[in-house]
C-alpha cells in the first residue's frame, strides 16, 4: 500500500509520513534496533533480530506491493525517527477481516505527536484495505502506549498475566486490544 502525508509536530517541525520502500530498508533496520534497545515494552531483544539491510528492503518493497498491508516510516530532518505497520493476522478466510497494528518512534522523538499520526495513517490505510478489525498487544505498564491506543479508539478484551517475560523486570501483563473498524 502506500502512503504519503505531512505534519507539523508540536516543535513546530514538519514530518513527512509515507510508506517504507526498498531504499529505506537500512534505515527502517537501524531504528528497529535502537527503538527495541530503549524500551524493555517491545517483543524482540535486540540480537533476536537477524535481518539484513536487504532483508528489510526486500520486506518494505513488498509492503509497497502489498494490498493490504503497509510499513509507514516517520520522517524528520531527512532522517527515519519511527515507524508503524500493518498486516493481515491471517490469511484463511475466517481470519482475513484481521489486521495486526505495530508502532515505534525514537525516544528522542516522543511526545511530538508522532504516535498519534502514525497510529491515525494505520487506522486509515486498516480501513482502506478493507479489514473489519485492528489489532494489538501492549505491556500493560506501558503507559503512553496504552494511553495512545484507548485516546484512538481501540478497547481493551483481554489481559495474559506473563505475556512477556523481561530479562529486566521478570513476567509482564500484557493486555490485548481492538479496534472494530466497521
Ligand atoms: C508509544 C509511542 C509510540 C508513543 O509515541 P509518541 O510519538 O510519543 O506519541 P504522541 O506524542 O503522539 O503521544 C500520544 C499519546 O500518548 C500518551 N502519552 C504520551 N506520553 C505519555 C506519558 N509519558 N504518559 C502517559 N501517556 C503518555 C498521550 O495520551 C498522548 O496523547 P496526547 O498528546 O494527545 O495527550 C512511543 O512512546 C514509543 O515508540 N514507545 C516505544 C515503543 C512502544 O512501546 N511501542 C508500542 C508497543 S505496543
Not at 494490498?67 to 527515519?80: H, W
Not at 498487544?137 to 484512538?152: F, Q
Request: hydrophobic fraction near 35%; proline fraction near 2%.
Amino acid at each position: 500500500m502506500k502512503f504519503y502525508q505531512t505534519i507539523t509536530l508540536k516543535n513546530g517541525k514538519e514530518a513527512i509520513l509515507r510508506n517504507g520502500d526498498a531504499a529505506d530498508g537500512e534505515a527502517v533496520l537501524e531504528v528497529f534496533i535502537k527503538t527495541h534497545e530503549e524500551t524493555d515494552y517491545l517483543l524482540t531483544y535486540p540480537e533476536e533480530n537477524t535481518s539484513t539491510p536487504e532483508e528489510e528492503a526486500e520486506f518494505l518493497s513488498e509492503k509497497t506491493e502489498s494490498e493490504n498491508g503497509i510499513e509507514i516510516i516517520a520522517i524528520v530532518d531527512e532522517k527515519v525517527v519511527g515507524t508503524a505497520g500493518i498486516g493481515a493476522h491471517g490469511t484463511k478466510y475466517k481470519e482475513k477481516h484481521r489486521a495486526d497494528f505495530g508502532i515505534s518512534v525514537l525516544k528522542e522523538y516522543w511526545g511530538l505527536g508522532l504516535g498519534t499520526a502514525l497510529t491515525r495513517a494505520c487506522i486509515e490505510c486498516a480501513r482502506e484495505a478493507g479489514y473489519a478489525q485492528l489489532e494489538l498487544s501492549v505491556v500493560a505498564d506501558n503507559e503512553a502506549a496504552v494511553s495512545l491506543y484507548r485516546k484512538e479508539g481501540f478497547v481493551e478484551y483481554g489481559r495474559n498475566p506473563k505475556g512477556f517475560n523481561s530479562r529486566i523486570s521478570g513476567y509482564q501483563e500484557v493486555i490485548d486490544m481492538l479496534l472494530d473498524l466497521e
